[in-house]
């Protein structure tokens, strides 16, 4: 029996971690080849929407991990570490995941595009966590550093900005003013006739 994920549209937070089970180095690089347009760990997720395959997966949403390259972080303290899941979630399966020795796949939920998919694994690829990351941490603290006060000195103070007139008010000003001009010189010829 396989196991099967239905992936809610919109799902965020969730990691899937799938080891990738095959035994040789060259076998690995072949599956991870894809140099032919298909990639093999999208098409041994089996991911399909409606009944029909999906081939929207976003694959910076998709890391291949090798174990082995963690030193004493292990898979686990990469999962802390690296992807936000509470280490309290990570504790029961420390052992386990610090345990594997071959590549693994972790998936994130922004893989999916935010649609609804099903995902049912096969060969090489079997299923080892699903795991929640942390929502992000909001801190509305007061920075104490003296830089962050923004102080600003009596010579620094600039002076007001004059509002400029817009350009249509100058020209009807300067305008009515040629007309008042214009009237004072015609008043003043006629009044001499």
Do not use: C
Request: hydrophobic fraction near 45%; aromatic fraction near 6%; charge should be negative.
């Amino acid at each position: 029996m396989s196991d099967r994920f239905n992936i809610p549209a919109h799902e965020a937070e969730v990691v899937r971690v799938f080891l990738i089970d095959l035994p040789g180095d060259g076998q690995r690089q072949t599956f991870l080849d894809d140099s032919e347009g298909t990639w093999g760990p999208i098409t041994a997720l089996n991911p399909t929407a409606e009944g029909k395959p999906f081939t929207r997966m976003d694959r910076s949403y998709m890391d291949v991990v090798d174990p082995g390259d963690l030193d004493e972080v292990g898979l686990s303290g990469l999962l802390i570490e690296g992807y936000g899941i509470a280490e309290a979630e990570v504790a029961p399966l420390r052992a386990r995941l610090d345990a594997i020795r071959d590549s693994v796949l972790i998936v994130g939920s922004r893989a999916f595009a935010g649609d609804a998919v099903t995902v049912e694994p096969r060969a090489p690829l079997r299923w080892i966590a699903t795991l929640r990351q942390e929502p992000a941490r909001e801190t509305m603290e007061q920075l104490h550093s003296a830089s962050a006060m923004g102080q600003v000195s009596a010579d620094d103070a600039a002076e007001p900005v004059k509002p400029a007139l817009p350009m249509v008010l100058k020209l009807t000003l300067f305008l009515m003013a040629v007309a008042v001009v214009v009237a004072i010189v015609l008043g003043i010829s006629g009044a001499g006739e």
